[in-house]
């Protein structure tokens, strides 16, 4: 059975930094491409950064580039999200997916994922 399930979402204050994890089992991790997506309130979801199978490329949509980094560990078949300068535009559900590759599409990231988590929530009151 593929799982993926997100931790360390949480409530933290405007400036304040959090660290996300996505374990990943099930198939074979280092096959994939990971991708966080984020999905705030009464908006449709975004999809924020990719991490290439191998960690040699990365991509982040224009609004968390310089504040969030997307790491991985193939050995432990986890997926880290490093969350800095967090604003109330940050505030949304957090979500962890796999595809084969890191697909952007017109300057999004494409968001047809073989394999989706059930998501990590974070809140950055204003």
């Known amino acids: 059975e593929v799982q993926l399930v997100e931790s360390g979402g949480d409530l933290v204050q405007t400036g304040g930094s959090l660290r996300l994890s996505c374990a990943a089992s099930?198939?074979?991790?280092?096959?994939?491409?990971m991708n966080w997506f984020r999905q705030a309130p009464g908006k449709e979801r975004e999809g924020i950064s990719c991490?290439?199978?191998?960690?040699?490329?990365?991509y982040y949509t224009d609004s968390v580039k310089g504040r969030f980094t997307i790491s991985r560990d193939n050995a432990k078949n986890m997926v880290f999200f490093q969350m800095n300068n967090l604003s109330p535009e940050d505030t949304a559900v957090y979500y962890c997916a796999a595809a084969l590759s890191c697909v952007v599409v017109s300057g999004a990231l494409w968001d047809g994922m073989d394999y989706w988590g059930k998501g990590t929530l974070v809140t950055i009151p204003s």
């Open positions: 099930g198939f074979t991790f280092d096959d994939y491409a």
């Open positions: 991490i290439s199978p191998n960690a040699y490329s990365t």
